[in-house]
């Protein structure tokens, strides 16, 4: 995407100040907006539909539509600085002799090296070791860089089997199985020519400079019976050692739940439609998927009904921005999120520094989105050299953990105003919605209400 | 003194460690894979009512020798490094999957997705195989004594497919840069997928899979397929296609 697809309310037309739009009553369509009759002239010139990463950027209902109550004559708060409100989580004891135990719930998402360069997988685990975090590898396999700085390794299992490595496998913290993201459930990963430098087209076994379009089904299982079998081989090659995940894009959160449960899951891992991509077309993006807020209780209920809420972990991903959404995903039954698009943020994407040089990309800091075209400013989502230096890994690490520790002190100030002693204390009954469209999505009541659309209560 | 000893005894030493035998009839899949996840260079083991049971012989990570009398489930031999694994009966879903090296030997049919993702060693298929074989493999070398179904050598990366019998229908639909051999016909090839001449060095490799999986099959007589490489940019004119 260009500087086209900057919200119509921020930008004049060419030539024009914004105050001046009223003035000469220019009316805006809200059908044919700016970006939708740039993405038509775009579409009309090229003949190819528009690739791009991030996730949604379309308004939904979402964490922000959430408050927490706090305590109150009936609830006792914790003294913010002298009574422990812990954060720890312990990850896929389900079936696995060796879970993950992690310092903060807290967790990087799997992003693969190919999307992003060398040294952004390694500040991102370096940042993650420091606070006692898990990163998670992505559509690629594992580098040496990667398992080196990591002290917690997801290891992604995906339909392309990239890189796959049964010794890497060995080496992995936990497998995570890959249904699908929340950018684009139902779709494969992509790469475009630009990024399949020799290293990359090396560990994916593709020719250099090709366009990769990857699989978006399993090549050697369908379906829940049979992908109970292959987490049965999995853990049979790791000795039942490894915790194995299984990630969904949020779609229909209830069923594929149920499914990954009977199916053996340790984990959980729900990715919801905010949740960013390195490449996918912007249609996809945008209209396939549910959002997060709509997608966790859904899950939950799986969960609690199958007995299993707790025992099976929750990992939520999808639009994580602040402690208040970590300790809101968690309220609402989560064990764990994971950050994808805010660790790059905090490693230094859409950084104002670069500003110049995201107007010569016809883009602006805060609207950049061009990953798939490997020419970021930032030296992240790319695989161009020059570029890639310019993110020193120490100190992009270094941000990366300053984030994680605001988020878990975030999040831990917000359980402690509601009297718990454990983020994994907070529970829906903490939480009202500010919109009805949350509210029936979350399934916690209208503030000042007890009404929850579809549940319980009239308005 | 060095002590010298007869070759009668050298030759007894050599073969003292006769096959650890198991019998799935009363112990568990478990146990047989823990025992070869320790095993050292050299050993073997013969399993006996394998059943069908999953996952057999997973995670091989050192040059052993496993016999499977009978027929095994999905998963036989998955993620194979090193050794030879031999099923005497038929292979379920994923024969192999990901095989980094060493050899898989099924001597009946295998199911679906044999081989799939295999990123080296040789996987060899006395029978048929069904839907799939070859899917996504990454440097994997197949052969397949019998005929191949749908879909075949599907986003085929590298490595090779030598087919003795016929292929389904889409053989290397979307394929990159593995070399397909088929000798019987073909039903029909998939997007991006042509036949190509046959050369010297093709007939070469062809004589060298069939010798190693110990077939006596004329290598003039198999024809040869590959990647046209039209779809490995994104083009407008390629929408078609897709």
Redesign the interface.
């Known amino acids: 995407m260009t500087i086209t697809s900057v919200p119509a309310p921020a930008q004049a037309p060419a030539g024009i100040a914004a105050s001046d739009i009223a003035a000469l009553g220019l009316r805006e369509s809200a059908t044919f907006d700016r970006a939708t009759i740039a993405d038509i002239q775009r579409a009309a010139a090229t003949g190819v539909y528009d690739i791009r990463g991030w996730g949604a950027k379309r308004k939904v209902p979402h964490f922000d539509d959430l408050l927490f109550l706090g305590a109150s004559m009936s609830r006792y708060p914790l003294e913010g600085y002298r009574e422990k409100c812990d954060t720890d989580v312990v990850l896929g004891d389900r079936h696995a002799s060796r879970p993950l135990h992690l310092a903060t719930p807290v967790t990087i998402a799997g992003m693969s090296f190919g999307a992003l360069s060398a040294n952004a997988k390694e500040a991102l685990g370096r940042g993650a070791s420091e606070v006692g975090t898990s990163t998670t590898t992505g559509d690629g396999g594992m580098t040496p860089e990667e398992r080196g700085q990591s002290k917690h390794l997801v290891y992604q299992y995906l339909p392309s089997r990239y890189g796959m490595n049964p010794d890497d496998l060995r080496k992995a913290d936990a497998i995570e199985i890959v249904l699908g993201q929340g950018a684009k459930p139902g779709g494969g990963g992509m790469l475009l020519g630009q990024k399949i430098t020799e290293r990359v087209a090396g560990m994916r076994t593709l020719p250099v400079g090709i366009d990769q379009r990857s699989a978006s089904r399993h090549p050697d299982w369908t379906g829940p019976d049979d992908l109970e079998i292959k987490i049965g081989e999995l853990r049979e090659i790791t000795d039942w050692k490894t915790p194995i995940y299984v990630k969904v894009g949020a779609s229909r959160p209830y069923y594929d739940t149920a499914l990954a449960v009977k199916s053996g899951a340790d984990v959980v891992v729900l990715d919801g439609m905010q949740g960013g991509t390195a490449a996918t077309q912007q249609v996809f993006i945008e209209n396939v998927g549910i959002p997060t807020l709509a997608a966790i209780p859904q899950v939950v209920q799986a969960l609690q009904e199958l007995g299993v809420h707790r025992k099976v972990q929750l990992i939520v991903s999808g639009g994580i921005r602040t402690g208040a959404d970590v300790a809101k995903a968690m309220a609402l039954g989560a064990d764990a999120v994971a950050i994808g698009t805010a660790a790059l943020i905090a490693l230094g994407d859409n950084d104002p520094r670069y500003a110049a040089e995201y107007a010569e990309l016809g883009s602006a800091a805060g609207f950049y989105d061009d990953f798939q075209d490997g020419r970021d400013p930032a030296g992240i989502t790319t695989q161009d050299p020059s570029l890639a230096s310019r993110l020193d890994p120490v100190a992009a690490g270094k941000r990366l953990a300053n984030y994680l520790r605001v988020l878990t002190m975030e999040a831990q100030t917000i359980a402690r105003a509601c009297g718990k002693s454990h983020l994994h204390n907070l529970e829906p009954e903490d939480l009202v919605a500010l919109t009805i469209e949350a509210s029936a999505m979350a399934r916690v009541p209208l503030a000042g209400t007890s009404w929850i659309p579809g549940v319980q209560g009239s308005f | 003194m060095v002590t010298l000893t007869a070759p009668e005894s050298l030759e007894t030493a050599a073969t003292a460690e006769a096959p650890t035998k198991v019998d799935l009839a009363d112990a568990p ?2 146990g047989l ?2 025992d070869l ?1 320790h095993a050292v260079d050299g050993q073997s083991w013969t399993v006996a009512n394998p059943g069908g049971k ?2 057999l012989a ?2 091989i ?1 050192a040059d052993v020798t496993v016999t499977i009398d009978g027929h095994a ?3 036989a031999a ?2 194979h ?1 090193k050794g030879t694994v031999t099923v005497d009966g038929n292979a379920g ?2 024969l192999a ?2 095989i ?1 090296s060493g050899t898989v030997h099924v001597k009946g049919d295998a199911s679906q ?1 044999a081989a ?2 295999g ?1 080296g060693g040789l996987v060899v298929i006395d029978g048929n195989a069904g839907a ?1 074989c070859g ?2 493999m ?2 994997v070398d197949i052969v397949v004594g019998g005929n191949i179904g749908h879909m075949s050598a ?2 085929a ?2 490595g090779r497919l030598v087919v003795c019998g016929d292929a389904g229908d889409a053989l290397g639909d ?1 394929i ?2 593995a070399r397909i051999y088929v000798k019987g016909t073909v039903a029909s090839l998939g997007a991006d997928c042509i036949e190509k001449p046959l050369r010297e060095e093709h007939l070469a490799e062809l004589a060298e899979l069939l010798e190693a999986a110990g077939r006596t099959d004329n290598p003039a007589d198999f024809r040869r397929y590959g990647s046209a490489r039209n779809l ?3 083009h ?1 004119d390629n ?1 078609t296609a897709y």
Request: aromatic share 14%.
């Open positions: 899949v478990r894979n823990q996840h999953h996952s997973v995670g990570t489930g999905y998963y998955g993620m490094q879903v994923g999957e990901n980094m997705s799939a993702t990123h799939r899917i996504s990454k440097g599907f986003m990366q590298a979307s990159y840069e490995y940019h994104f407008v929408s």
